[in-house]
């Protein structure tokens, strides 16, 4: 199986920065695509970005030109750097990975943490 740990989520003022990582342990051949999503109180599950084994990233247009994500395939890490936070980004952000286990393909997900932007 495959854990994913997330850190970096917290409180943050209106125009503020945080930085979330996820690290991938576990028992698997490989990471392929790694991604971030959200979801705040009463809505549903969110795409917010996401970045291929070989680079190639997708964002959610309310966070383009202010997010960030970035990945260490050595490390099987994924960062988000969020900058001018606003309060609408308040969610619990979640990180996800597509890893090879076995001869599968298998989507897996962190236990997700808490961004709060706030004044």
Known sequence: QVQL???GGGLVQPGGSLRLSCAASGSFTKIYGM???R???GKQRELVATITRGGT???LNSVKG???ISRDNAKNSVDLQMNSLKPEDTAVYYCNADALVRTSV???WGQG???LVSS
């Open 66 to 68: 202010r997010f960030t």
């Open 113 to 115: 943490t808490q961004v």
């Open 39 to 41: 979801q705040a109180p």
């Open 106 to 108: 298998r989507p897996f």
């Open 57 to 59: 990233t997708n964002y």
């Open 35 to 37: 991604g971030w999503y």
């Open 5 to 7: 740990l997330e850190s």
